[in-house]
């Protein structure tokens, strides 16, 4: 399994930007499909984004809006999601996920960092 360890959360104001880090241990990231999930308080986890194998496929939630961009950096091993025009419904805690090659479901979960939004 790949271990995945996520970085950037924290309270910002309505309207402001974020950017999350997902940091992968596996060598071989550029071959992966990743994602980043979220999950309010009392809500069941949902999908926000997805990156394909190749860096120009990619799939955004209804709800995204065009506010984010999912992205990743091979070099670095890290994935993120840069989150702008945030509002109080974007409050959950963020988890990015990965797809090992020739696997059909996702195979690593991190543990999530919180983002909060305030008014």
């Known amino acids: 399994q790949v271990r995945l360890v996520e970085s950037g959360g924290g309270l910002v104001e309505t309207g402001g930007s974020l950017r999350l880090s997902c940091q992968a241990s596996v060598l071989t990231f550029a071959s992966y499909v990743m994602a980043w999930f979220r999950q309010a308080p009392g809500k069941e986890r949902e999908f926000v984004a997805g990156l394909g194998m190749s860096h120009t496929a990619t799939k955004y939630a209804d709800f995204v809006e065009g506010r984010f961009t999912i992205s990743r950096d091979v070099r670095k091993n890290t994935m993120y999601l840069q989150m702008t025009s945030l509002n109080l419904g974007d409050t959950a805690v963020y988890s990015c996920?990965?797809?090992?090659?020739?696997?059909?479901?996702?195979?690593?979960w991190g543990r999530g960092t919180q983002e909060t939004v305030s008014s």
């Open positions: 996920v990965a797809q090992a090659p020739s696997q059909a479901t996702y195979t690593s």
